[in-house]
């Protein structure tokens, strides 16, 4: 039997990259807000202490701060006709657990999206027609505009203190940044990280070919800054153990860093760890959450009611919950009808391995987000007219942290074992750098996620399953753009390249992102997104579901300023207007 | 081994004076701490039995050969290390979804044995042993070089096929495992004396590269620094713990740190 607790205003499941922002500001506007996260609490110091943040076998090996599979996992299969399986052990993607969630170990990559990206659909029909969209994509519009995302993306990047360039101050190109963003209002609010070899190269043959390269912005920041809450994000220096690692010196912006410092002494705001939300409780009518139930690491029962719930977990565990709970029709792929689960991508990574003989990069001095990019194939920034795909991405000769577990390249035909594969390994890991490309994803009516029938996670709950392959249009688009950034690789003169477009069957193994979107997409029509155009649940008004899992497709970019613009711009509706008259914001 | 207690601490005070430091100093200290990873000689097993012990050593000696680029995965103590890989939570599949059925599924799905890694190796092991003596009348580890190499060949695309475990999935959990053992900070029980790290020319616990990541195709040959080296102070750190790195090939050889 479930203890029942006493009420709160607000109830956030997942104290990560969102619900941390979500729960500072509503506890500060006077509600009791109580986050409920079913991992540990984790912070800069002691859990990122040197030396033992430096260990690759326990952070990237071992998965250290990431999902423990054992509780609960998702089932995946390529396509409807095949039976799904547990994914048992982590591999295409990491999500994160505990405090802090995937923020903790992120690679810090702060973007924002193209303002195509927004309105995909509607401009690739004024564009190009009907013809240039497969018949089962089911990329659409996201009811919201990048010109109305603008203040919220700034927001985000100056809590977050972002190394970048702006190459769009109000509409004005800046020589030296992105020339194809969209305006922003002002400059990042720190410069862009020092240069590495990989990107000093790549830039000046990118600048011989006609490409306009830039800084990619960072939330490894430059130098120390301090955001508006008061919370200080050091300088990075540069170590490498960045992306899936905590950051020893608090120089990657995280939950950590820029937020739990200030939320921590709200007093209005209560963490409970170890609280796993296994749904959320609706009212007899099923329009109105009236609280969540959870259970400890003691097995027990509470059931915590709440004026409003705000799911603030990562994108699957989001759409999971509101599939266990009822909120919004479940979407059929057979009948195309239903939201929850709807609308399903990913992303489309590629590379170009460049192999040198005589020169040295020191890959290992890195950062997650230190790197050169080019945006002249990204969105709609260049003519698809008979290209047969849509959408692109940003190249990028990336710094991010070579270690040899991981990141160990050889030239293609080198045999995976033995002398010549060990000479191989001693020659190449020193001096090879990559480029690599961040490939859109679209949606496909067959790619979709929802309750598997048979696998159950340690609370006897069905996990989610995830039925995903990318399509013609992703295949075509990565051999395309793959050639592309080949040229210019080839421009620089390594003596040898391994040119890895994606083309194969997704794969569930290999690392590729924790880039996973969509499944309670935002819209303007009710019919087809689960959220409005505020993230508010259209089934359920006083439930609001914050993350990429509101994106319709994936852009060509990661996902996480996007994110953080996302929150902040539902937080500004519910602030102003859902808590002065608590009830549907769109109709 | 070669390396008392004593001679360890005196390796630990000479280093201690730092600026006398010079570039052999640090190697000697840090292989005294490979041998205290490793608990001497012979040394002990958690999980694996002797001939386990045999074939791994064998198979490792043949995925990273020792030659004259230096020690290979046998040498760099990986048998040791993959044993307490198996005999931990990563061998028990502690953190991986462990509820069935059990269905083998498509190559795209992933891991799907009901095994865990500690009965994959004991069934692989135990299976590549009665196939080498069928076809070669001895166990892997009396093999030749040649015949050992034509067996992991044979896993390596699944020719030699095996009956309670797949020769492939075996055999990628075997590859997977010796460079593990053969990068991961020696700390583990692997790469003892830094020999993945040495190879490849990586430094191991990072310094601080702030004044080095613009010195556009420099050389940065640092003594390379493991965990144990810290936290034995075997290698000076700054106010943050970031090891100092002692460079190599340079003027300033000997005394100048890598900031």
New interface residues.
């Given amino acids: 039997m479930a203890t029942k607790l006493k009420p709160v205003d607000v109830a956030i499941v997942g104290v990560g990259l969102t619900g941390t922002i979500m729960a500072k500001e509503l506890a500060e506007s006077g509600l009791k807000v109580v986050g409920l996260e079913r991992g540990h609490w984790r912070d800069t110091d002691p859990d990122f202490?040197?030396?033992?943040a430096?260990?690759?076998?326990r952070f990237v090996?071992?998965?250290e701060l990431m999902q423990?599979?054992?509780r609960e996992?998702i089932t995946?299969?390529?396509n409807a006709a095949?039976?799904a399986?547990?994914?048992?052990?982590l591999?295409s993607f990491r999500p994160g657990e505990g405090v802090g969630g995937a923020a903790v170990h992120w690679g810090g990559l702060t973007w924002r999206f193209l303002p195509w990206d927004f309105e995909t659909r509607s401009r690739t029909l004024a564009r190009y027609g009907k013809g240039q969209l497969a018949e089962d994509c089911t990329s659409q519009d996201w009811g919201v505009s990048y010109d109305e995302l603008e203040r919220h993306y700034d927001r985000f990047e100056y809590l977050y203190g972002i190394s970048g360039k702006a190459g769009n101050l109000k509409g004005e190109i800046v020589p030296g940044g992105n020339p194809f963003e969209g305006p922003r209002s002002r400059e990042y609010p720190t410069p862009p990280l020092?240069?590495?070899?990989a990107g000093?190269l790549f830039k000046e043959a990118a600048e011989k070919m006609g490409y306009q390269p830039f800084p990619t912005p960072s939330a490894a920041i430059s130098r120390a800054y301090t955001n508006e809450y008061g919370a200080t994000i050091n300088?990075?220096?540069?170590?490498?153990?960045c992306q899936f690692f905590g950051c020893?010196?608090g120089a990657k912006a995280s939950p950590q860093t820029a937020v739990l410092p200030n939320l921590m002494k709200q007093k209005n705001f209560e963490l409970r760890t170890h609280a796993n939300v296994a749904r959320v409780n609706l009212d007899a009518a099923g329009t109105r959450a009236i609280g969540v139930t959870y259970v400890d690491s003691r097995g027990r029962e509470f059931e915590q009611p709440a004026e409003m719930v705000l799911l603030c977990s990562y994108v699957l565990n989001n759409v999971r919950l509101m599939l266990l709970s009822g909120i919004g029709k479940p979407y059929d792929p057979a009948a195309n009808t239903g939201v929850v689960g709807r609308n399903y991508a990913y992303q489309t990574p590629s590379s170009v391995t460049l192999f040198f003989e005589d020169?040295?990069?020191?890959q290992?001095?890195a950062a997650g987000g230190l790197g050169m990019a080019i945006d002249e194939f990204n969105g709609d920034n260049f003519d698809h007219s008979g290209l047969g795909f849509i959408g692109g991405g940003f190249f990028s000769a990336a710094?991010s942290g070579?270690?040899?577990?991981e990141v160990?390249p050889v030239p293609r035909g080198t045999p995976?074992?033995?002398?010549q594969?060990?000479?191989a390994?001693?020659t190449y890991?020193?001096r090879s750098f990559p480029i690599t490309i961040q490939g859109a994803c679209q949606s496909y009516r067959g790619n979709y996620l929802d309750l598997d029938p048979?696998?159950?996670d340690a609370y006897g709950l069905p996990l989610l399953r995830m039925t995903f392959d990318r399509r013609a249009n992703e295949h075509k688009m990565s051999l395309w753009l793959t050639d592309k950034a080949a040229q210019i690789a080839k421009a620089i003169g390594p003596s040898k390249m391994n040119v890895t477009p994606r083309t194969e069957?997704?794969?569930?193994?290999p690392y590729q992102s924790t880039h996973n979107t969509g499944g309670a997409i935002m819209g303007a029509d009710p019919t087809t997104s689960a959220v409005n155009k505020y993230l508010q649940s259209w089934a359920v008004p006083n439930v609001f579901v914050v993350g990429a899992s509101a994106f319709p497709q994936n852009g060509g970019y990661n996902p996480t300023g996007t994110v953080g613009a996302l929150t902040y711009w539902a937080l500004e509706a519910i602030r102003k207007r859902y808590l002065e008259r608590p009830g549907p914001l769109a109709s | 081994m070669e390396k008392s207690p004593a001679r360890r601490r005196f390796l630990k005070s000479v280093t201690a004076i730092g600026g006398a430091a010079s570039f052999p100093v640090p190697t000697l200290a840090a292989e005294a701490h490979a041998q205290h990873g490793a608990r001497g000689s012979p040394q002990t097993y958690l999980f694996l039995t002797q001939p386990e012990v045999a074939f791994v050593e064998a198979a490792v000696a043949?995925?990273?050969?020792a030659?004259e680029?230096g020690p290979?995965a046998k040498e760099a103590g990986v048998a040791y290390f993959i044993d307490r890989q198996l005999f931990g939570?990563?061998g028990t599949?502690?953190?991986?979804?462990?509820?069935g059925?059990w269905?083998e599924?498509?190559?795209?799905?992933?891991?799907?044995s009901p095994l865990t890694p500690q009965q994959v190796y004991r069934i692989g092991i135990g299976e590549v042993n009665a196939h080498c003596a069928k076809q070669y009348g001895n166990s892997f580890s009396a093999l030749t070089a040649a015949q050992q190499?034509e067996v992991?060949r044979g896993l390596?695309g699944g020719k030699i096929e095996l009956e309670a475990v797949r020769s492939q999935f075996f055999f990628n959990m075997l590859?997977a495992n010796?460079?593990?053992g053969f990068?991961?900070?020696p700390?583990?029980g692997g790469n003892r004396d830094k020999a993945?790290?040495k190879?490849?020319?990586?430094?191991?616990?990072?310094?601080?590269?702030?004044a080095?990541?613009?010195q556009?195709?420099?050389?940065?040959d640092a003594v390379p620094v493991s965990?144990q080296d810290?936290?034995d102070s075997v290698a000076e750190?700054d106010e943050?713990?970031?090891?100092k790195h002692i460079l190599l090939g340079r003027n300033d050889r000997g005394s100048s740190h890598g900031d």
């Fill in positions: 202490a040197m030396p033992y430096h260990d690759e076998l090996g071992r998965h423990d599979l054992s996992t995946f299969r390529n095949e039976t399986l547990p994914m048992r052990q591999g020092k240069s590495a070899y000093a300088a990075c220096v540069y170590c490498g153990y020893e010196m020169r040295i990069f020191n290992f001095m710094s070579a270690r040899p577990i160990r995976r074992w033995g002398a594969w060990k000479r390994v001693a890991f020193n048979t696998y159950r069957k997704y794969t569930i193994v | 043949r995925l990273i050969p030659d680029l290979g939570g990563w599949m502690a953190k991986m979804y462990r509820q059925p269905p599924g498509t190559p795209q799905q992933g891991y799907q190499d992991l390596d590859l010796t460079l593990e990068f991961a900070d700390i583990y993945g790290w190879l490849v020319g990586f430094p191991g616990v990072a310094a601080v590269y702030t080095h990541v613009e556009h195709g420099v050389p940065y965990i810290i936290v750190v943050h713990g970031h090891p």
